[in-house]
């Protein structure tokens, strides 16, 4: 390992990089450009370990969240950025997606300039639209849907006025990190006047091994079971008329762009994928 370029000025910076979906070939390239740049990298759960080729030199630690459980506070995460930084090194924090789309990014942001530490943004190819895509399903589309509603789906107090306030079929919506709230969310929908057939879908682990989909509808998604398999892989709920291209554009959509074309076999042999 080489040794860190210290700034001369006797401050680093920080770059708040967006990882993409999942593959490491998602990354753009200034994202690229930045890890090859780092001293230290800072990378959450889902930022591929694979991106380390683009960043050899560099120390990495893990500083991630998963299914409500972080392992460092947001607080103690903020205060390691500024620390490094002050040493003069360029520190990376690698984010899933983009570090502004449910990535707290906005609050590292503030707590550097806060601190008078120079930081740049890298916006990364954001999951909520990537990982629909990479299952056949655009987000939007002429004649189907104008617009798409993008949602946290932890907790029910975060999407429950949204939700509650859009009308049936108005958009697609797109509920992140919702695989545990689907029977609430379906539940929520249903009971707004949301049509039992409206097209469904989970979309799990995309641009990754462990991409799996299910797909189906909006009165059968609160049942839907997760494999075991891919039931620790990051998801999400795409909710909307657009879900059913799906079993159209699937059929043809490469399987080295698309971890979730490839649907993996079941151990009985059959497709994961449940189209209707």
Known sequence: MSAPTISTTGVGRVCLVGAGPGSADLITVRGARRL????????????SEE???????????????????????QE???????????????VVRLKCGDPFVFGRGGEEALALARAGIPFEIVPGV??????????????????????????????????????????PASATVVAMMGLRQRAPIAARLLGRGWAAETPAAIVVGAATPASW???????????????AASAAAPGMLVIGQVVGLASELVSQLSSDTSGASAERKQEDGHERESSR
């Open 76 to 90: 103690v995460l903020n205060r390691l950025l500024i620390k490094y930084a002050r040493r003069g090194l360029t």
């Open 51 to 73: 991106m380390r080729v683009y960043a050899p030199n560099a120390r990495w630690f893990f500083v991630g969240k998963r299914a409500c459980r972080q392992s460092i506070a």
């Open 36 to 47: 090859a740049e780092a001293d230290l990298v800072l990378y959450d759960a889902l930022a």
């Open 126 to 167: 954001s999951t909520a639209v990537a990982a629909p895509a990479l299952a056949g399903i655009p987000v939007t589309h002429r004649g189907l849907a104008s617009s798409f509603l993008v949602v946290t789906g932890h907790h029910e107090e975060t999407y429950a006025p949204i939700l509650d306030g859009l009308p």
């Open 213 to 227: 989909r299910w797909v189906g509808t909006l009165a059968e998604l609160g049942a839907a079971e997760i494999p």
